[in-house]
């Protein structure tokens, strides 16, 4: 599916196609950080490079969101519907994400790639976000 | 006890829950530090330093225009869930440095119901991490708790246990909030808010106001002959590596917390050990983060939770009791108070006016801890 809607934040997607995320890693220490960010949090310097990270990895923990969350969060015009969230370990960091998935087939170290996620702003404006799924089934 | 050391020489606290919408969180305030004082045998005039805590209802230093304008220093802070233990540790080395003798600790809050809600932009993040859905505090303590359990293989079940213990001892408590106990089942099968976390094992946003009054030793041996005394009170931030709320990244391998270094450097400078301790309050925003904290302040190892729960050793009745006032779970939280309701409970235990939930056998080390975002903690022992 193609869609004309931009990326949700520069800082979060490398590229629309195919869906990379943007992180930074220090040129000194080795830290990888998710989105990019300027300033090492581990040894403080500002030598961080921004790098497009892996797109796909394990998971790390989980939960489901049964709740609508507060602004700035909006719920698509067909109501609000439950979903869930996890963090995806992608060997270098591990990331925060929406997962497109059956929560009950969920398990820490379920195999999981990045894909794209519609989301809404102010307005009801349509965005790209990010969500990790389920690896099986699907050409990387 | 030392010269140089700090007595806790009066406590007070209004009940915790839903007071009358009138019934400001600086009001709340006012009457804690009034119960405090009446506690201490002390009036206003004697108090010549304060520090205040509250997180969203309003400045604390505003209560001088209500309790005296006495011009005496009075320090806010504003440290999330570890405020008012913040709070206490800024007050005591105010008395350890010599800058004052006899110090009024305050906190209160006042939070509308529902969840507590937050700003991606408070937290460093931009627009993006809220629009998608990630601006939860409850889906952190699910997350957490989740990686948790599965890690040093615990059941879901401990979740129940540590809930049901809470309401139970809510129930034993007149200020309690909670005072309806439920069965571990009912816990298990309430409603999902994120699981495995279910309703009850959820402490929500609350009211109310706790007080204390610190003094050096000198001047404590003047009001009571069995003072009870402030060992050690330390508070810590993060360090690279700890898993905290709103975190849209971790290092591989995070196992870092500042509750271990905040109950590490509490214990050595008190000089004592986990195992000395005969009652502790742990912060329980949910009924996993008892469970992480039990380990991480070093009252048991990592994985031993199931065999103390199974033996009832948490409970006021077991060797080790936990939150014996019902935590947060039972009593909710004004976030700016609930460090302070900890030390109220401890060293109620310690002088033995627990009433229906004292602890047998005379308990002489009591520990309190907090913790909150973005990832600080602070920890007491208190000693008797």
């Known amino acids: 599916m193609s869609s004309p809607a931009p990326p949700i934040d520069a800082n979060v997607i490398a590229s629309l196609d195919p869906i990379r995320l943007a992180g930074a890693r220090c040129a000194e220490c080795g830290t990888t950080t998710f989105p990019a960010q300027a300033d090492c949090p581990r040894c ?27 602004a700035p969060y909006a719920a698509p015009s067909t109501g609000f519907e439950p979903f869930p969230v996890g963090y995806v370990d992608l060997g270098d960091v591990i990331v925060e994400a929406r997962l497109e ?18 989301l809404l702003v102010d307005g009801g404006q349509p965005v790209i976000g990010y969500a990790f799924a389920p690896a099986t089934g699907g050409s990387a | 006890m030392n010269h140089g050391a700090v007595a806790i020489a009066g406590i007070g606290m209004t009940p915790f829950g839903r007071h009358s919408p009138d019934y400001s969180g600086r009001d709340m305030g006012v009457d804690a530090a009034r119960a405090a004082l009446a506690d201490a045998g002390l009036s206003w005039q004697d108090i010549d330093y304060a520090v205040g805590g509250s997180n969203v209802s309003g400045k604390p230093d505003t209560t001088v225009s209500s309790l005296g304008l006495t011009g005496i220093p009075f320090v806010n802070v504003r440290n999330g869930c570890a405020t008012g233990t913040v709070a206490l540790t800024t007050a005591a080395q ?32 931009g627009d993006w991490y809220g629009q998608s859905g990630l601006m939860v505090t409850t889906q952190f303590f699910a997350m957490k708790a989740r990686r948790y359990l599965d890690a040093h293989g615990l059941p879901d079940e401990v979740l129940g246990e540590v809930a049901a213990k809470a309401f139970r ?14 069965t571990p089942d009912e816990i298990m099968a309430a409603r999902v808010i994120n699981p495995p976390l279910t309703q009850y094992m959820l402490c929500s946003p609350a009211e109310g106001a706790a007080a204390v009054v610190l003094t050096s030793a000198d001047r404590a041996a003047d009001l009571t002959d069995r003072p009870v005394t402030l060992a050690a009170a330390t508070m810590r931030t993060r360090r690279f590596g700890s898993f905290e709320v709103f975190a849209s990244w971790l290092p591989p391998g995070a196992d870092a917390s500042p509750t271990v270094d905040a109950a590490r450097a509490t214990f050595a400078k008190a000089g004592v050990t986990p195992r000395d301790v005969d009652v502790a309050q742990l912060q329980d925003t949910d009924a996993g983060a008892e469970i992480i904290h039990m380990a991480e302040t070093g009252l048991c190892e990592h994985g031993q939770q199931r065999e103390l729960l199974d033996a009832g050793a948490t409970s006021p009745e077991g060797t080790l009791p936990i939150n014996t006032d019902g935590g947060c779970l039972a009593n909710g939280e004004p976030v700016g108070a609930s460090g302070l309701r900890q030390v109220h409970e401890v060293v109620r235990q310690l002088r033995g006016t627990a009433g229906t939930r ?13 913790y909150g ?12």
């Open chain 1, 44 to 70: 403080a310097r500002r030598t961080m490079n921004r790098i497009e990270l892996p797109a796909e990895g394990v998971l790390w923990t989980w939960t489901t969101q049964t709740f609508q969350p507060k």
């Open chain 1, 101 to 118: 998935a059956d929560p009950e087939a969920l398990r820490v170290g379920t195999r999981m790639r990045l894909v794209p996620l519609t």
């Open chain 2, 94 to 125: 105010a008395i350890r440095s010599g800058e004052a003798e006899t110090v009024l600790v305050l906190g209160f809050d006042k939070h509308p119901r529902g969840a507590f809600g937050a700003r991606p932009a408070d937290y460093g993040h």
């Open chain 2, 169 to 182: 001892c809510g129930a034993a408590n007149p200020d309690a909030w909670r005072r309806t106990e439920f």
């Open chain 2, 358 to 370: 004292q602890i047998a056998g005379e308990p002489r080390v009591g520990f309190t801890h907090v």
């Open chain 2, 373 to 384: 975002a973005p990832g600080i903690a602070a920890c007491t022992i208190i000693t008797r």
